[in-house]
């Protein structure tokens, strides 16, 4: 099944993912756009696991053997390790109300993925921008964290792959989350989902602009948000998330929108608290990075990180099992990427991404390592097909730390059963 397909993306090579000033382009509008504008996008995707199930597992967690642990299921429904179906279907909205002054952003989904994955639709965008201040625009509403770039960037115009870095996953696609039993200061503690993911979202509001000076641009965001699931407007809980970002761009020429090609770096933070079996716990994540994007090539690299509540999954990795939920634990990870349109109707690009997760406790530590290939072909102006080879590796990094006999054996199988995956997406967008 591997060979068949990297023989299959090989025979196909080559929307990078573009320089932007993506605060820009998801909270204003230019004057002379309209009172209203409809737009939305299509993702049909194809996913498929090169996976068996796991054998061999000991204790109390052998009457798992003989299924599909959950890596190696395709989301959200996690049924199999192969399925078709609508990854993104949105539908949205955008204008002023005063031209120039005060504008909206409207946007729901309706495809499969983590934002729905608790409800069938859901409004992932509702927002209004007011350009009253100079050097300090107002957005309120639900939008866009002003994190990592892969947070920001808008999916269906400028990002090569299909799914996104681990870090970025498993960092900021944030599920809320209830305590199911004992509050462990050290190691991990078990919950429950009680939310779908947060799509990078929250409900807040954001002061922000941009400065130009020259072929340079710098921009700012301060955004204080609620922290709380993305379908409830009001907040749980008295704590408000306060996110930061400063980014620093030299455009070449005149280009500008999605599209723009520039040389840029940014840094980002975000802290805040959550509440955990009747006690507050920080969750804390930041990040920089830079991108290069001109003419057919494209680099970038960024580098996050997490202090605080680490999501940890279901343990062991089978539906209906607990959540372990890190409490003063810490994640790290990094990717670095890159693409060459070497042609106007093709592109080809190379992924190399690391996540290292709960990284306080030798014994839950593991690393998740991807490299990924992906080709896309620009058959029309608003239509592309993305082909996705993910090569999947998990290590235990501490294996001696973890109890000799079932557990250490457990933890073993369930890392080499990782397998790899390949995708098919159709994009068309209007």
């Known amino acids: 099944m591997k060979t068949k397909m990297i023989v299959l993306l090989a025979t196909l090579l080559p929307l990078p993912a573009q320089a932007a000033n993506w605060l820009q382009i998801q909270g204003n509008?230019?004057?002379?756009?309209?009172?209203?504008?409809?737009?939305g996008f299509l993702q049909p995707t194809y996913t498929t696991i090169d996976a068996d199930p796991i054998q061999g597992l000991l204790g109390?967690?052998?009457?798992?053997?003989?299924?599909l642990t959950l890596p190696n299921r395709v989301g959200p429904d996690l049924e199999d390790n192969e399925q078709a179906q609508f990854f993104r279907a949105r539908l949205g909205a955008r204008g002023n109300i005063l031209p120039g002054r005060i504008n909206y952003f409207l946007l729901a989904e309706a495809g499969r993925n983590a934002v729905t994955s608790k409800r069938d639709v859901m409004m992932t965008d509702a927002s209004i921008t007011f350009n009253y201040i100079p050097g300090a625009r107002i957005r309120a509403g639900l939008f866009k964290l002003p994190t990592s770039e892969e947070a920001l960037v808008a999916v269906h115009l400028a990002y090569p792959y299909v799914y996104f870095s681990n870090?970025?996953?498993?960092?900021?696609?944030?599920?809320?989350?209830?305590?199911?039993?004992?509050?462990?200061?050290?190691?991990?503690?078990?919950?429950?989902?009680v939310s779908g993911g947060s799509g990078f979202r929250d409900w807040g509001l954001q002061v922000y602009d941009w400065f130009n000076k020259g072929p340079w641009e710098f921009s700012y965001a301060l955004m204080v948000s609620n922290g709380n699931e993305i379908e409830a407007l009001s907040d749980n809980d008295s704590n408000k998330d306060i996110t930061g970002r400063l980014q620093a761009s030299y455009v070449f020429g005149k280009s500008k929108g999605p599209n723009r090609e520039d040389a840029?770096?940014?840094?980002?933070?975000?802290?805040?608290?959550?509440?955990?079996?009747?006690?507050?716990?920080?969750?804390?994540?930041?990040?920089?990075?830079?991108?290069?994007?001109?003419?057919?090539w494209r680099a970038t690299a960024e580098y996050l990180r997490g202090d605080g509540m680490i999501f940890?999954?279901?343990?062991?990795?089978?539906?209906?099992?607990?959540?372990?939920?890190?409490l003063n634990e810490k994640a790290n990870g990094w990717y670095v990427e890159g693409g060459w349109r070497f042609h106007k109707n093709w592109e080809t690009s190379l992924r190399h991404d690391v996540f290292n997760r709960m990284t306080e406790t030798a014994a839950l530590e593991r690393q998740f390592t991807t490299t990924t290939l992906a080709a896309n072909w620009f058959f029309y102006k608003n239509t592309r097909l993305t082909l996705n080879y993910e090569w999947r590796d998990l290590d235990v990094p501490n294996l001696s730390a973890i109890?000799?006999?079932?557990?250490?054996?457990?933890?073993?199988?369930?890392?080499?059963?990782?397998?790899?995956?390949?995708?098919v997406q159709l994009t068309w967008f209007f």
């Open 29 to 39: 509008e230019a004057p002379n756009s309209g009172h209203v504008k409809l737009f």
């Open 60 to 67: 109390a967690a052998a009457p798992f053997n003989g299924q």
């Open 167 to 193: 870090a970025a996953t498993n960092l900021l696609v944030e599920n809320q989350v209830r305590s199911t039993g004992a509050v462990n200061a050290t190691g991990a503690s078990n919950g429950a989902t």
């Open 264 to 296: 840029s770096v940014w840094l980002w933070h975000q802290n805040g608290e959550r509440e955990f079996g009747g006690q507050d716990f920080d969750r804390i994540r930041e990040g920089i990075g830079a991108r290069y994007q001109k003419g057919p």
């Open 312 to 326: 940890g999954g279901p343990n062991p990795p089978f539906p209906g099992q607990p959540v372990q939920i890190g």
């Open 403 to 423: 109890p000799a006999g079932a557990q250490r054996t457990n933890a073993q199988l369930i890392a080499d059963n990782l397998g790899d995956r390949a995708s």
